[in-house]
């Protein structure tokens, strides 16, 4: 067997090898999930658990097509989605530049840095009774709580990828006479896509939280205050129902940052 032939036959295997693991993984995830569903219908069935509590998954479907037929219920999708989106976006035209040129220039991450550091650390949940104060229980103060929750983290991750650049290639760079532009943008902003998109993956997580926790405190529409309306009456399906709308929404919007993040993980110093 030739050399090249061989080198071929194990570059197949080893692709064999990780189509069979990811493979079984699915499968392993798949039947958890389900098991875990078939415990939880068991347990509601026999009632091992107070029905005021927890719903079935049986009685969340059925909850959930009751719910989808309704307008009134896609008019709440519809806000939260809405909300979220506008925030998210000004989340990332405003921390992406912010966070890169603070970890590119030391005099303007030292003006910020203590704000962004406060800010941070404090529970935006502390800063609703002013927000919904500044800009009421419409729409508005939903998209600032969304902002805020995602801001963070995109800003940090961005500070993060400056703070990893390879300076010997950054000597080298300025060595063959480059402009601090021209290194800016050849070889610090290509740096930061990686860590840019694991913190705009945690900035979605965020988010979603936010459109809950600000639907919920005070808002007209949107599935946070359906949730809230369901509880007040008592209707644990429908609650469920909403809580499974946010998670499916985190669990695919993050999937599709995750395997953007893993395409460029090689851009990623080590």
Not at 221 to 245: D, P, S, W
Request: hydrophobic content about 55%.
């Amino acid at each position: 067997m030739k050399k090249d032939e061989t080198i071929t036959l194990g570059k197949f295997k080893q692709t064999k090898k990780k189509i069979s693991n990811s493979q079984r993984n699915f499968m392993i995830s798949t039947f958890s999930v389900i098991a875990f569903l078939i415990l939880w219908e068991v347990c509601s069935y026999y009632k091992l658990v107070n029905p005021l509590f927890i719903s079935s998954p049986l009685k969340i479907v059925e909850a959930a097509g009751a719910l989808f037929v309704d307008s009134a219920y896609w008019n709440h999708i519809g806000v939260s989605a809405y909300e979220f989106a506008i925030g998210f976006l000004f989340a990332l035209i405003i921390g992406i530049p912010i966070g890169i040129f603070a970890g590119w220039n030391q005099i303007f991450n030292a003006i910020i840095n203590p704000f962004v550091s406060a800010l941070y650390v404090t529970p935006k949940v502390a800063l609703l009774p002013i927000i919904i104060i500044a800009f009421g229980i419409g729409i508005t103060s939903k998209i600032v709580v969304v902002f805020l929750m995602a801001f963070f983290p995109i800003v940090m991750s961005a500070q993060k990828a400056m703070s990893t650049l390879d300076q010997n290639l950054i000597k080298a760079a300025r060595s063959f006479t480059a402009s601090e532009f021209q290194i800016f943008r050849t070889i610090a902003l290509p740096s930061t896509v990686p860590f840019l998109l694991n913190g705009i993956r945690i900035g979605l997580g965020q988010g979603l939280i936010a459109i809950v926790v600000g639907e919920m405190y005070a808002s007209t529409a949107g599935i946070g205050y359906h949730l809230t309306h369901a509880g007040q009456n008592l209707k644990t399906a429908e609650m469920f129902v909403g809580v499974a709308v946010i998670a499916i929404s985190g669990v695919l919007l993050t999937g599709m940052i995750g395997l953007i993040e893993k395409k460029f993980s090689s851009w990623k110093p080590e």
